[in-house]
């Protein structure tokens, strides 16, 4: 079938205002993740305990 693009958060069609996202909404939530997984990985070696941890989850 053919490739479209999908919001990679949603799957919802692309809004090209804000791709590759479908709207500011799962833009901002990409951003925080970025940033989230910036603030959980300050640069020290890789943590047997923290490694164990699903990717990710909590979307309620
Ligand atoms: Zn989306």
Known sequence: ???????????????PEFRPFCSRGCRDRDLLSWFGEQYRTPGRPTDEEADSLPASGNDD
């Not at 053919?2 to 809004?15: G, Q, S, T, W």
């Open 1 to 15: 079938m053919p490739h479209k693009r999908h919001c990679p958060l949603c799957a919802n069609p692309i809004d």
